[in-house]
């Protein structure tokens, strides 16, 4: 491979951690009156669609432009290296736990789907019975999306991409009318199919094309009115339209859910993209331990909020907050002993460097080499005087 690059937005770690944010307070927190605002913040999982493949659209352009081509099995390579140990040592802590405290039983059957990253196709057939391995059923879609993009890219190019994005736009919301007519659960049938979350990787795909070698500047005041505006209309949006709910919606119902929950997405991405502002290193942080904040979140859910059967009022609050710090605790754990190997290996198949830490390893790698060189420098500078010097 070519000499590596650097690309890293530290703004994309923040929208990480707020879409972990999100998806942890809809989880969590269960007030009286103010549900359906809480309940919003499952769109984040959307959110994170946008993101992956906004970032793997980026990424896999500037791999074309500078070697003319993709490497799809290097790409592959990645994305095992970064999903796959963290998704099966999750499904081993699932299956370990169930053994031992009933409340995280996973059904036997669910096993073999999860294995072959079909988590979501598990849910549409038997509903929510994975417990602490819940969140693996986006992991699943993520893996499904990375199948086709490498070898899109390869062939077809930009124009590629531009097709493969707009054709799954008229495919998700064909999907929806379909589910919507035969009453399909918004919940556990509709929320995880394919092709309905498909939207949100297209959208993020377009949105890499455009802002590929383009500038995005923004006033501060438009960039909160965007976010504001994205907040208010998802709320709004959830307030009309339950699309977590258990009973069936009406085709058109469902078409304009997903279009409100996609234009929010979207104007929450550029209300931060490409923002000038300095991003506390906590919040930074956070985001790059992201994925393992979103997977083994529930567990501790389990033990805190649905073992009991009910928690009075504010109270809550204090239990989240304490599942928030447990979590980061763990995931910070997992991140350094665990992860960190893994990615460290991941930088052999890597032609882009896009995060801060293979960044800051590049720039030390690339200061210690001047300096040896420089060092070499002096000394042959210093041999040649003195040969100067005992010729003369």
Sequence with gaps: MPSKQQ????????????????????????????????????????????????LIAELLMRERDSTQSVHVRAFFARRILRIWPVYFLVIGLGIGFGELVPVFHVPAQSIPWLLCMAGNFYVMHHGWTLNALGPLWSLSIEEQFYLAIPAITKIGGRRGLWF?????????????????????????QVWVNSLVQ??????????????????????????????????????????????????????????????????????????????QFHLPRVLGYLGRISYGLYVYQTFFLLIFLYGRHRVPG????????????????????????????????KQRFTCINNTEITVLLLSLSEQRSRARWSCRERNLGSDANSFATKRA
């Design 314 to 345: 504010w109270q809550v609050l204090r239990f989240a907050l304490l599942i928030l710090i447990l979590t980061i605790f763990i995931s910070s754990l997992s991140y350094h002993f665990f992860e960190r190997p893994f990615l460290c290996l």
């Design 164 to 188: 493969t994005a707009c054709l799954c736009f008229p495919l998700a919301y064909g999907t929806l009318l379909w589910l919507g007519r035969t009453h399909a659960s918004p919940s556990s």
């Design 7 to 54: 690309f890293y937005q530290p703004e994309l770690d923040l929208l990480r951690f707020f879409a972990f944010l999100m998806v942890f307070v809809a989880h969590t927190v269960n007030l009286p009156h103010f549900n359906w605002v809480f309940q919003a913040g499952g769109y984040g999982v959307c959110l994170f669609f946008l993101l992956s493949a906004y």
């Design 198 to 275: 498909f939207q949100f990787f297209a959208a993020g795909t377009l949105l890499g094309l455009y802002f590929h070698e383009r500038d995005w500047k923004l006033a501060r005041w438009k960039r909160i009115g965007l976010v504001a505006a994205s907040g208010v209309a998802l709320a709004a949006g959830q307030k009309a339209i339950h699309l977590h709910q258990t009973a069936p919606l009406q085709a058109w119902s469902l078409c304009l859910g997903y279009f409100v929950v996609l234009l929010c997405c979207t104007l929450l991405f550029l209300g931060v993209f490409r923002a």
